[in-house]
C-alpha cells in the first residue's frame, strides 16, 4: 500500500525535496541524535578534520536521508549518495571511493544489503582510506593499493543489528533514530503546509499527526493527500473535517494503522492471539519478512498491539480491543 508506506514511493521523492529540512537547527524531534551530532560536526570542523564515520539506524521514513544530507550540508562538504543494493561488486565501490574528494560525505543507504567482497573493500577504506583492488584472476592476480581521499561515511540501516559486527566496529557514531511524538508530527505537517502553500487548521495538523504513524515520511504524504481532498471536495483548507474525511478514504484508522498492521494483527488473532513466528506470519499477510519486520512490527511494537516473545509474535489485549474483539482470557501483554 503506496499511501501509508514506510518507504519512499517515486512520487514521495520530488515532493519531500522541498520540504526536507537542510540544517540541524531545522530539524524538528530527534532531540538526543540532534544534539550528539552537533558536537561530532562542530569539533570535527573545529580541528579541521572529518568526523568519525556515523552509522544511522531506524525504520523506513525517520530521516536518515535527511540527516546524512544535513551533515555534509553543516560540513559544507561533498555528498555522494549510493545503496547497498546497487553496489554489488567490489569494483562498483572502489570507483565510488577513488573518485571522492577530500571531506566528502559517502552516504550508503540500506548499508547492510552490500555485498561481501564490497563490504570487505570498505573496511580498509574507512580504516585506513585506502583500497586493494584486485586485478586479473586465479595465480596471476594482483592487489593495486589505491589511496582514498579522508572521507565521512554515512551508513544508513533499518536495524544495526542488521550489520555484520566488523562494520559496526568501524562507525565511531551510532544514532538511533526514534518514532516521532504526535506533538513533533505536527510540527513537521505544518512546517511542510507553510512551505507547500497549503492552508491549514491547528486542528488539521493535530489530526493528521496523530495518524502519521510516528513517521516524517507518512505524515507528509497524508498531507498532500488530505489537501488533494480539501481542494477537490472541501473548502481547500486541511481541517479537521477534511483530515477525518480524506484519511477514511485511504483506510487510515484511528492510531494511524494501514492495511498491513491490521492485517498483521488479524493474522495473529486467527490463530488465537499468536504465538506465530515470522515466516508463518509474512505469509498469512502475503508480504516479504523484511517488510514485517522491519516496516510493520516497530510501530505495532511501540503502541503495544504487537510483544515478541521468544516462541514468536503475539497480539496483546490492545490489538483485540483496536479490532473491536472480545479478549479472551489469558491474553498477556
Ligand atoms: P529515511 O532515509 O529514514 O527513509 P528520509 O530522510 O528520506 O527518511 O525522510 C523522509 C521525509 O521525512 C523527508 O523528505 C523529510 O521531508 C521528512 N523528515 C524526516 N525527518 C524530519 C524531521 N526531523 N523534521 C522534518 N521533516 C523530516
Not at 164 to 189: A, C, H, K, N, S
Not at 276 to 302: H, K, M, N, Y
Request: charged share 25%; with cysteine; aromatic share 4%.
Amino acid at each position: 500500500d503506496p499511501l501509508v508506506s514506510a518507504y519512499a514511493a517515486e512520487e514521495d521523492q520530488a515532493a519531500e525535496q522541498s520540504v526536507r529540512p537542510k540544517r540541524l537547527a531545522e530539524l524538528i524531534g530527534q532531540h538526543r541524535v540532534r544534539e550528539q551530532l552537533d558536537l561530532l560536526l562542530q569539533s570535527a570542523l573545529r580541528r579541521g578534520s572529518p568526523p568519525d564515520h556515523i552509522l544511522l539506524s531506524g525504520p523506513p521514513g525517520l530521516g536518515k536521508t535527511t540527516l546524512a544530507m544535513i551533515v555534509a550540508a553543516e560540513l559544507s562538504a561533498g555528498l555522494r549518495m549510493t545503496s547497498g543494493p546497487a553496489i554489488e561488486r567490489a569494483g562498483d565501490l572502489a570507483a565510488v571511493l577513488t573518485s571522492l574528494s577530500e571531506g566528502d560525505v559517502l552516504f550508503i543507504d540500506e548499508i547492510h544489503r552490500i555485498a561481501k567482497p564490497a563490504e570487505e573493500l570498505l573496511y580498509s577504506a574507512m580504516e585506513d582510506f585506502r583500497v586493494d583492488v584486485v586485478v586479473g584472476k586465479g595465480p596471476g592476480a594482483t592487489a593495486i593499493p589505491l589511496d582514498v581521499e579522508p572521507f565521512t561515511l554515512v551508513g544508513a540501516t533499518t536495524r544495526s543489528g542488521l550489520l555484520t559486527g566488523p562494520m559496526r566496529d568501524r562507525f565511531g557514531f551510532v544514532g538511533q533514530l526514534e518514532f516521532y511524538d504526535p506533538d513533533e508530527l505536527e510540527l513537521i505537517i505544518a512546517r511542510s503546509a507553510r512551505i507547500l502553500d497549503v492552508p491549514i487548521t491547528d486542528e488539521g495538523s493535530t489530526e493528521i499527526g496523530r495518524r502519521s504513524r510516528g513517521t516524517p515520511r507518512i505524515a507528509n504524504r497524508l498531507l498532500r493527500r488530505v489537501r488533494d481532498y480539501a481542494e477537490v471536495r472541501g473548502t481547500g483548507v486541511v481541517d479537521l473535517a477534511a483530515a477525518k474525511a480524506a484519511l477514511a478514504v485511504y483506510d487510515v484508522d484511528e492510531l494511524g494503522l494501514d492495511r498491513l498492521d491490521r492485517a498483521v494483527l488479524r493474522a495473529l488473532i486467527r490463530q488465537g492471539g499468536g504465538p506465530v513466528g515470522l515466516s508463518t506470519l509474512a505469509v498469512a499477510v502475503g508480504e516479504q519478512p523484511d517488510t514485517v519486520e522491519e516496516v510493520c512490527e516497530p510501530f505495532l511494537l511501540r503502541t503495544g498491539l504487537l510483544a515478541r516473545t521468544p516462541r514468536g509474535r503475539v497480539a496483546t489485549p490492545s490489538a483485540w480491543r483496536h479490532l473491536g474483539l472480545p479478549v479472551p482470557a489469558g491474553t498477556v501483554g
